[in-house]
């Protein structure tokens, strides 16, 4: 995906917040756009025509009409997406995990925060990512197990294609490999098809739909079993000046629970990721 900002802004929200409920309006209601951002990660959240799409949109789209807020979303590049929360410029980011140096702008909670030690999941988790490495198609790598994986990679100093920002997992930053940081997963998938890497790592799912979308399914092949999970979350930022955020910020929470507890989230999930993965 190309650098390039993509705003999609939700004008209607207001009079279909009235019909639905129009004391969300009163308590919540602004003038102001309240800005949504994050990074690329087909199907939770994507642009596709000009217009974001995904799974996480979707969510966010159900919640704000309810509440009567009128919205922006701009899908960047991570270290963009970063600088937007970090100035307070956005005020909610999509697919953001833990990592203690961001507790100094963002909301998080003590599962959030113990997820490594305890591995217990946070109730406003989105998904999990899994990441794993990707290859050119045919190409051949002893990666038997885990130790084989990291110790065939720092043995031959095979060239390893990550996303520049992204946190991954404390045990893939203990081997020195031999690093490339691109900006998004389409030039790291381009860049790996080019041969100008030797591997790539990534989510699963994202990384399997970017390659439809790019026309490189057929091009490039997963390389290993499973690396790491972790979840990601919707977070609020702490430098946000909208108006009520905090109000809104609980809100958002009390609807995203009442979704999980319908089902409506499952459904929406369902219909979006069970889609990619039938197509990868």
Known sequence: MKNEKLIYIGISFLIIGLLAGGYFIFLYGQDEIFLITGEEFIPFEYIEDGVPKGADVEIVDKIFKKMGILYEIQILPWVDAEK????????LIFSISYKE?????????????KFKETGEISDDTIWMIEYIFY????????FDSEATIYETIKKNDY???????????????DIPFNFYSFKTIEDMMNSLNDGV????????????????????????E??????????????????SNYPN???????????????MESGEFQEIYDRHVLRESETG
């Open 159 to 173: 060239s390893v294609g990550i996303i520049n920002g992204q946190t991954y997992f404390d045990e893939f930053w």
């Open 245 to 259: 955020k905090d109000g809104i910020r609980k809100q958002f929470y009390v609807e995203l629970s009442k979704m």
């Open 197 to 220: 890497i030797d591997l790539a790592v990534t989510d699963k799912i994202a990384g399997s739909a970017k390659l439809v979308q790019i026309g490189l399914y057929d091009e490039i």
């Open 84 to 91: 937007l929360m970090k100035s307070g410029t956005a005020d």
């Open 101 to 113: 140096n961001r507790e100094e702008y963002l909301y998080y909670n003590d599962k959030h925060r």
């Open 222 to 239: 997963i390389a290993s079993d499973s690396l790491y999970l972790k979840p990601y979350h919707m977070l609020f930022t702490k430098k």
């Open 135 to 142: 290859k050119q198609k045919g190409r051949e790598f002893d």
